[in-house]
């Protein structure tokens, strides 16, 4: 007897379909609101990730078209053009560009000279002999650019993700010289 009143009472709350649209709604509109600022936040971030890819690209392209030697200013001014295209700060972005060779005598990579602007460290023998799984095969004394990009990112909402800094590593072939020459500034 009991069991089949409580058993008739939920099934009329089952099927009962009154409620308040205010009340519903006060429910659901932070949970929707929540979702909508986690997937913005996400594309932003895939967005960021292909804009300093985009960056990246257009600064190791610059750089392998150059036949006159380049300089601390030079390098001064692709840091400015990845804070432009990035549309980020410039205490944000580092660049730092090395001219790496393959020496087929000592079967290793090595390199020519590494220059960099902003907040990343000076690039070392033991890490370009460490490349040589990302770089490509190069005949004997063959030289390309490698490039790398580096932005602090944060994202625009607290949805979880973390702040991050994103780095591209991108290699060129120098294309009007034999390779990119490194000019110190007279003073």
Same mark, same amino acid.
Request: charged share 20%; net charge negative.
């Given at each position: 007897?009991?069991?089949?009143?409580?058993?008739?009472?939920?099934? #009329?709350?089952?099927?009962?379909?009154?409620?308040?649209? *205010?009340?519903?709604?006060?429910?659901?509109?932070?949970?929707?609101?929540?979702?909508?600022?986690?997937?913005?936040?996400?594309?932003?971030?895939? #967005?960021?990730?292909?804009?300093?890819?985009?960056?990246?690209?257009?600064?190791? $392209?610059?750089?392998?078209?150059?036949?006159?030697?380049?300089?601390?200013?030079?390098?001064?001014?692709?840091?400015?053009? /990845?804070?432009?295209?990035?549309?980020? $700060?410039?205490?944000?972005?580092?660049?730092?560009?090395?001219?790496?060779?393959?020496?087929?005598?000592?079967?290793?990579?090595?390199?020519?000279? *590494?220059?960099? #602007?902003?907040?990343?460290?000076?690039?070392?023998?033991?890490?370009?002999?460490?490349?040589?799984?990302? /770089?490509?095969? /190069? /005949?004997?004394?063959?030289?390309?650019?490698?490039?790398?990009?580096?932005?602090?990112?944060?994202?625009?909402?607290?949805?979880?993700?973390?702040?991050?800094?994103?780095?591209?590593?991108?290699?060129?072939?120098?294309?009007?010289?034999?390779?990119?020459?490194?000019?110190?500034?007279?003073?």
């Amino acid at each position: 007897m009991i069991v089949s009143r409580v058993l008739r009472k939920m099934r #009329q709350f089952r099927s009962d379909e009154r409620g308040s649209v *205010s009340i519903e709604t006060a429910i659901i509109f932070p949970a929707i609101f929540m979702v909508i600022l986690a997937l913005f936040t996400a594309f932003h971030t895939f #967005q960021i990730y292909a804009i300093n890819q985009k960056a990246a690209y257009t600064i190791a $392209d610059m750089i392998s078209r150059e036949t006159n030697p380049i300089d601390p200013d030079y390098l001064q001014g692709t840091r400015e053009l /990845l804070r432009y295209m990035t549309n980020g $700060d410039i205490d944000d972005v580092s660049v730092r560009v090395t001219i790496v060779y393959y020496d087929a005598e000592t079967e290793a990579y090595s390199y020519d000279w *590494s220059a960099k #602007q902003g907040d990343v460290v000076d690039v070392t023998p033991q890490e370009v002999t460490g490349w040589s799984a990302r /770089l490509p095969t /190069l /005949l004997d004394q063959e030289r390309i650019v490698v490039v790398e990009t580096f932005h602090y990112y944060e994202p625009p909402f607290d949805t979880g993700l973390l702040a991050r800094t994103i780095s591209n590593y991108i290699f060129s072939k120098p294309r009007y010289a034999a390779q990119v020459l490194w000019s110190e500034p007279s003073v």
